[in-house]
């Protein structure tokens, strides 16, 4: 009988994880549940850390102490930094736990978090016990609600695999995403207080949402015939019941309240507004008091603001722009031709402050370049406006316009300042969205969202080539280290071999000229601890011997021995490296020559010994020699022999080896003892990092650490386009440290920055 092919036996899908398939395959139903719910557990951690900002701040707004508010500032920077790394930490681990449901674990217990015992307690640190005991309760509230959905999904993956599984060690459990998400999480230097409001945000935005997940799960395995007659009942969608719950506990253990957004807003703009009311009048001027003065709306203020973009001019001076002046004197001009005393509402007021103060630190700010600070200055009026329209503005740190403007600031990052500054590509790209607020913004803040996608996908196409770019940067510059380091071997070892010693200017020409190169090739090839390497030190050594001056009569005959292999290594090396065939033959031809002028010497010696040269055969024959023969070289006779001496030089300098078109400037070394202040600096850096170096008094380079070449201790920076620009050593950054020629930029996100400074600027006057 024909069946669907989209229907999988029971019978055949079990026997598809029969011993002989190959370890770990899937069947396709599974496959389908994993990438459904890897995609739908993606976007809980992306609502995740998209409140996690807000969750925070409230909690800094809300600290009792500086220290415990730095707390949490460190924490969102420290969140925001490591987020990406959390996402894929996380879901690396949900696709490899089903990548092992189809692998016997013969002994290896299944991770739990079950309750801790009390015979363990007085084991576990105090950070330690908090989080069980947090991640015991949430996996409570999953299977309390849940434990139906889950059992029949655990059921339906033991109908189709080899492992058994229970609720706690399904992929999909509560029990094993807690536990990946906080596996994820152990690069996180938060203390447990941060933790466990992280955990929070986890539960509701994760595992608030496994009804939904075991739901589908459970469909895509009954659309493929796994067990269909186990009938599971529809998720609920309540009405946030579990919120409440929530709520309570939360505001029993001194947490935000994360449920009801617009109550949360309201607290934050609420406590932001309380700051200002306590340093008005002293840090800020206090807003003239006319008797009948009567405060206008937000949106005859909104008019106003659209009357000031429209005139904005294209060249702001940043000295000369005062956003509360020019308003101020609108407002001058309305009340006089009305006649009737007109001024701000107090919360416009304190929105407007607010958003002054923070672009002034924008402004400021050392990590902007100076040559786009002007462009950036001109969105303050649609910044404003959007503050008016929608108080989460100051609370939510994924709305479009605060996100925008932290993307426009995060790209420019690493712009230098350029003289056709009108002709870059990015340039013109925030010019335009700048133009764009500037001409279409009235009212409707969905603009920010638009203008956000469109210029993320424009830097997502920039950044995609310049990491291609940058990559390409330092596979080149690790090649080069590696010859490099290839190249210093070769100098030590003929240095070694040669400095100082008197040689025949041909053997040193050959070895310098000829047999570096092999030496190189076998050194990037094999490494110099490898056999090859040694046998290529062992022919250097030969043929130096071969050719070098001996006394002892024994070594003629050690000479007949070793002439033959040594031409032969020769021979081999300069044609495994390729050197020229032309150049070999004339160092062979002239080889030749000195070998045959050691063994005249040998003869020599023998007829100065008073001995002629038939009785020194006949001695050397009763020795047992026996006849001499030369198999590469024939010696002449005694009336031919070679009078002409070879050239001889002797070796005083260094052999430096460079590579075509390579010159090698001795940078001056500064010794700097190792806890030197600027060698912990330079230390501090890692790949990726922003920094400007100041070459002179008015260019500045703004660079990233590409890599740290470690074979040479290069440190490889490159530009925005991912080009290099600059290499250093250690000790020279260490200099340019001391010299204050080298900042680091602060990469964290620019709008966020401005507003702790706000906040805790409003702080200090408030307590001074």
Request: charged fraction near 25%; include cysteine.
């Amino acid at each position: 009988m024909k069946t669907d092919a989209n229907v999988v036996h029971l019978n055949k899908a079990t026997a598809e994880q029969s011993p002989t398939s190959p370890v770990g395959r899937l069947p396709v139903a599974l496959i389908q549940v994993r990438d459904k719910a890897a995609q739908q557990l993606k976007q809980n951690l992306q609502s995740l850390f998209d409140n996690a900002d807000d969750t925070l701040f409230e909690m800094a707004d809300r600290a009792t102490s500086n220290a415990e508010q730095n707390a949490f500032f460190e924490a969102m920077r420290d969140l925001r930094l490591k987020r990406k790394t959390i996402e894929r930490g996380f879901l690396q681990k949900v696709f490899e736990s089903f990548a092992n449901l189809n692998q016997y674990e013969i002994g290896k217990p299944q991770p739990a978090l079950d309750t801790v015992s009390f015979d363990s307690l007085s084991l576990v640190q105090n950070d330690e016990l908090e989080e069980t005991v947090a991640l015991d309760a949430m996996v409570a509230k999953v299977m309390s609600r849940d434990a139906a959905a889950l059992g029949h999904l655990t059921t339906r993956l033991n109908a189709v695999i080899s492992k058994k599984l229970d609720d706690k060690s399904n992929p999909l459990g509560p029990t094993l995403l807690s536990e990946y998400f906080l596996d994820a999480c152990s690069g996180l230097g938060v203390e447990i207080k941060v933790k466990l409001i992280i955990l929070k945000l986890f539960e509701k935005y994760v595992l608030g949402s496994c009804d939904n997940l075991y739901a589908e799960a459970n469909q895509a395995l009954v659309s493929a015939g796994v067990l269909p007659e186990l009938k599971s009942a529809p998720p609920r969608r309540q009405s946030r019941p579990a919120a409440s719950t929530y709520v309570q506990s939360s505001a029993e253990e001194g947490m935000p309240l994360l449920e009801g957004a617009d109550q949360g807003v309201q607290e934050v703009f609420g406590a932001l507004q309380d700051l200002l009311s306590q340093v008005r009048g002293s840090a800020m001027p206090r807003r003239a008091q006319v008797a009948d003065a009567l405060p206008i709306t937000s949106n005859d203020l909104m008019r106003l603001l659209s009357h000031m973009q429209q005139r904005t001019p294209a060249q702001i001076n940043l000295d000369d722009f005062d956003l509360r002046n020019q308003l101020e004197h609108l407002l001058e001009r309305a009340s006089a031709k009305s006649g009737k005393a007109r001024v701000v509402g107090e919360v416009d007021e304190d929105v407007i402050n607010l958003v002054s103060m923070l672009f002034e630190f924008i402004l400021d700010d050392r990590t902007l370049p100076d040559s786009l600070k002007a462009l950036i200055g001109r969105l303050q009026i649609p910044m404003l406006k959007v503050a008016v329209l929608d108080k989460t503005f100051f609370s939510r740190g994924s709305h479009p316009a605060r996100r925008l403007l932290n993307e426009i600031a995060s790209a420019a990052l690493g712009w230098g300042e350029q003289d056709d500054a009108q002709r870059d590509s990015l340039y013109q790209k925030i010019e335009q969205v700048v133009q764009r607020l500037l001409n279409d913004f009235v009212d409707d803040p969905a603009i920010f969202s638009e203008l956000l996608a469109d210029f993320m996908a424009f830097t997502g196409d920039e950044r995609r080539r310049s990491e291609l770019l940058e990559q390409r940067t330092r596979d080149a510059e690790e090649g080069s280290a590696k010859a490099e380091l290839a190249r210093r071997q070769v100098e030590q070892a003929l240095n070694e071999r040669l400095l100082g010693k008197t040689l025949p200017e041909v053997v040193v020409r050959l070895l310098q000229e000829a047999w570096s190169k092999v030496l190189m090739l076998t050194c990037l090839k094999h490494g110099v601890e490898s056999p090859e390497w040694q046998a290529a030190l062992q022919t250097m050594d030969d043929l130096v011997w071969s050719v070098a001056p001996h006394e002892d009569p024994e070594a003629r005959l050690q000479l007949l021995e070793l002439v033959p292999g040594l031409l032969k290594a020769l021979r081999e090396g300069m044609a495994s490296a390729a050197f020229d065939p032309f150049s070999t033959s004339e160092f062979f031809s002239q080889l030749e020559v000195l070998h045959v002028q050691a063994f005249q010497r040998f003869k020599r010696a023998a007829a100065e010994a008073e001995v002629t040269p038939e009785q020194a055969e006949a001695v050397q024959a009763d020795g047992g020699e026996g006849d001499l023969e030369l198999p590469l070289l024939e010696l002449p006779a005694e009336e031919a022999v070679v009078e002409d001496a070879p050239a001889m030089v002797e070796v005083v300098e260094e052999i430096i080896l460079l590579a075509p078109g390579q010159t090698r400037p001795q940078e001056p070394e500064v010794m700097l003892p190792d806890d030197d202040e600027a060698l912990l600096q330079v230390d501090s850096l890692r790949v990726g990092s922003w920094v400007e170096f100041q070459e002179d008094e008015e260019h500045k380079l703004r660079c990233k650490l590409a890599a740290i070449i470690k074979p040479t201790g290069k440190y490889v920076f490159v530009n925005r386009t991912g080009m290099k620009v600059l290499e250093k050593s250690r000790n020279s950054l260490a200099v340019e440290f001391r010299r204050n020629a080298i900042r680091l930029l602060d990469d964290a996100l620019l709008f966020d920055r401005a507003l702790e400074s706000v906040i805790g600027n409003l702080r200090k006057l408030k307590n001074a």
